[in-house]
């Protein structure tokens, strides 16, 4: 095989590197989902959206002249409430229902955010411009942009950040105990209402963070979200929802795909590669889940 | 298959003699007329597994697709070097003679027909062991992932698009583009049709209904589920693919995310027309589908730059709101028009209860 990628070890360690450092972003995507789902039982295509939109806020940050690595504080404030009026607005009225009309619904939701983000963002491809520098290792041959670095530690920080919330706080507790069961939860006092709400708004919030560490390390774009639901989807699938660890390590996984499908089929092909992943992988579990004639649930 | 009741025959005769007399009637709109043909087929199959077999599926959108670049290919491949074709930018060099283009573009559809049914066939064992959203998110990255590989392929045109052969330049009747697409699609949706009622009053129907309800019931009933279900996938791949491929000469140029394999609009239009309407019923998808298209293009040219938001907002409105479609709603308010038997007492007591 010829591919440049394995005749120079010095790229597999470049490859590596970013890979991880991008699956730690994924995994903290996953986890936002991971929650919603196994707390409402609800798949959000607009995961992906509300990624971007988060980043679409640091981004205006940064041209109104204030870093853009602000925006992991104030995109998180804004996303909670996006996330807690879109509950209010469409969510609510598709928690107890069948699976495949929350996924309709969202679909819906995130056509509506790309085209307002294409209004009023552009349809250019942009990026926040953080001018942390790199950082070379190995003689100059493998070089790290800080900006990953810098987001690969964000995330890990508000990872950790929401667990010991959920373990500890009294909200954290309710929204477990809902998960749960909801209907335990509501007969022993538990507002499973809010709980949903500040669910799916702490949903959202994880994904402003995700959107402004994006818009300093990647790149924007309005119609790009889809690939990071099927990303955070394929994270959730493969971990199991409510298994940390897990999400963590199949994100970096996933992240490692990614930067050698880059390398190994070119770039044209990577959101390509992605999706098929998806494909395989579902496969995969369907035909390990029916030899014991079970399926996917 | 039952004799057709007399009142059916007049509405079906009178149906086709309209679709018949359509594009001479309403000439200015031959293309929307088109357009229609073949979104009722594609709602109409869509049901047939979306409504019928339960198998909620984003991905029909592949053999659309599919059905679209086959058609172009073997109607270029046939007679000149596609690589060369694409290359040039298509129609500067090669030019289709009469015949050539109508010997292309009939193969073409056979060819597009057939090999979706079959990849349908091959990777529906895999595919619809997956139940539920599953199923629904896996056929949703089929279908994307089907775009971004074909817009990565040279010989079809890669991300510059594909222009497919453009009508023959000797028939010198403006009118006669229009037409010939439009009777293509009208006798596909006849097809279609004929297709369907035929599955709706057989036992094969049933069958896909069982599964819908409980699949597994259906296989302790020793049902052999999987069959089934490909083969009602497969019915839904041949037309889509017909589709598919009519709409690629029909608008003369195919990009691989836009047109082909356009996730974001034909995609999603299949699911919402068949929703519209009425999920699981014969008629249902294609009022749905008429109702949509009129929405669309009456309402598309007003709102222009928001029709996207505009489609957004329906869909979620439909969905949460309207989840059984118009169909289901005057099952509800007229159900002895619908067959349905209703006991007074037993209805009488109900409302007492509650």
């Excluded at chain 2, 298959?1 to 005769?13: C, E, F, G, R």
């Excluded at chain 2, 009208?186 to 004929?194: E, H, K, Q």
């Excluded at chain 2, 069959?227 to 889509?240: E, H, L, N, P």
């Excluded at chain 2, 067959?339 to 007492?352: F, L, N, P, S």
């Amino acid at each position: 095989m010829d591919f440049l990628i394995f005749k120079a070890p010095m790229l597999m360690v470049q490859a590596s590197l970013d890979g991880i450092l991008l699956g730690i972003l994924f995994a903290l995507i996953a986890y936002g989902m991971a929650l919603q789902w196994g707390v409402m039982n609800i798949i959000n295509i607009a995961q992906g959206d509300l990624v971007i939109l988060g980043g679409y806020i640091a981004y205006t940050m940064y041209l109104a002249g204030i870093h853009p690595a602000w925006g992991v504080i104030v995109s998180p404030i804004i996303m909670y409430f996006v996330g807690w009026a879109l509950y209010k607005l469409v969510i609510n009225k598709v928690v107890d229902r069948d699976l495949f009309i929350s996924i309709l619904a969202t679909f819906g939701i995130a056509i509506v955010f790309q085209q307002l983000m294409n209004f009023i963002f552009g349809a250019d491809v942009v990026v926040a411009q953080s001018e942390y520098g790199t950082t070379m290792l190995f003689d100059n041959s493998v070089t790290l942009p800080n900006s990953k670095i810098f987001s690969a530690f964000i995330s890990v920080l508000y990872a950790i950040a929401l667990v010991v919330y959920m373990k500890k706080s009294r909200l954290g507790r309710a929204i477990r105990a809902t998960a749960q069961n909801a209907r335990a939860a509501k007969i022993l006092g538990v507002d499973t209402e809010k709980v949903y709400a500040a669910t799916f708004g702490i949903n959202a919030a994880l994904c402003g963070i995700a959107g402004a560490l994006i818009s300093i390390t990647l790149t924007l774009h309005p119609y790009v979200g889809l690939p990071y639901t099927v990303r955070s989807f394929m994270i959730v699938i493969v971990a199991g929802l409510g298994n940390l660890p897990a999400v963590a390590i199949s994100g970096m996984g996933l992240g490692l795909f990614e930067e050698f499908a880059d390398y190994i089929l070119g770039t044209e092909f990577r959101i390509g590669a992605v999706f098929m992943l998806l494909v395989f992988i579902l496969v995969y579990r369907r035909f390990k889940l029916s030899k014991k004639r079970e399926y996917l649930k | 298959m039952t004799a057709i009741k007399q009142k059916d025959l007049i509405l079906y005769s009178g149906l086709i003699i309209l679709g018949l007399v359509a594009p001479f009637l309403f000439s200015a709109f031959k293309v929307q007329l088109t357009y229609l043909c073949v979104l009722i087929v594609l709602a109409m199959t869509w049901n047939l597994q979306g409504g019928e077999m339960g198998y909620n599926s984003f991905g029909n959108i592949l053999f659309y697709g599919l059905g679209m670049y086959l058609t172009a290919s073997v109607q270029v491949g046939m007679f000149f070097p596609l690589a060369e074709w694409t290359e040039s930018g298509g129609e500067k060099t090669f030019v289709h003679t009469t015949a050539q283009y109508f010997q292309g573009i009939g193969v073409g559809l056979l060819v597009a027909a057939i090999v979706p049914t079959i990849v349908a066939g091959a990777i529906g064992y895999a595919i619809l062991g997956l139940r539920g959203h599953y199923f629904a998110i896996c056929t949703l990255g089929l279908g994307i992932a089907a775009g971004e590989i074909a817009g990565g392929i040279e010989i079809i045109g890669a991300g510059q698009g594909f222009t497919t052969p453009p009508f023959p330049a000797e028939i010198v009747d403006p009118e006669a583009r229009g037409q010939f697409f439009y009777f293509l699609s009208f006798l596909v949706l006849v097809l279609a049709f004929v297709f369907v009622k035929y599955i709706y009053g057989s036992r094969f129907r049933l069958i896909l209904n069982a599964i819908r309800d409980n699949e597994d019931k259906a296989e302790a009933m020793g049902i052999q589920t999987m069959k089934y279900k490909i083969v009602g996938w497969m019915c839904s791949a041949f037309f889509c693919g017909l589709a598919g491929g009519i709409m690629g000469g029909l608008i003369g140029y195919i990009d691989s995310t836009d047109v082909a394999f356009d996730g974001r609009e034909m995609g999603v239009f299949m699911v919402l027309m068949a929703i519209l309407g009425g999920k699981g019923t014969l008629w249902g998808p294609i009022i749905g589908a008429t109702l949509f298209h009129f929405f669309k293009e009456g309402l598309w040219t007003f709102i222009l730059g928001w029709q996207y938001v505009a489609l957004g907002v329906l869909i979620v409105v439909i969905v949460v709101y309207f989840p059984e479609g118009l169909m289901g709603w005057l099952r509800e308010k007229y159900p002895e028009r619908f067959g349905e038997v209703i006991d007074e007492k037993d209805r009488k007591a109900q409302v007492e209860l509650k």
